[in-house]
């Protein structure tokens, strides 16, 4: 029998797997991406939650991913539009300080 988890016990979850997803991005997009960091972070924040964790989660992916998906609606739309909100805002962060990237095309 599935275990009943408390709205604290979900968003405690949803923290944990946002703030995990958020360092493996902004790990990508500062050290690994061809593309301009402010770049990289715009692209990601159009991105959903469950996606981004699937590409980015690396110990227990399945098991995370698991919860995402019986995660109430309420509190992944939540979660879903803080790690959207964190990628933008460090997008902005990152133009205001070092300028609008150029285009290489």
Request: aromatic share 12%.
């Amino acid at each position: 029998m599935e275990r009943v988890r408390s709205r604290r016990e979900w968003e405690s979850i949803g923290d944990s797997i946002v703030r995990e997803v958020y360092d493996a991005v902004h790990y990508w997009c500062w050290n690994v991406s061809p593309e301009p960091a402010s770049e990289c972070f715009s692209t990601h924040a159009i991105e959903d939650l469950y996606s981004l964790a699937s590409m980015y989660l690396k110990e227990d992916v399945d098991e995370k991913l698991k919860l995402l998906q019986e995660m109430p609606s309420d509190i992944y739309d939540k979660f879903n539009r803080k790690l959207q909100s964190m990628l933008e805002r460090t997008a902005r962060e990152i133009e205001r300080k070092y300028g609008r990237a150029k285009s290489v095309f």
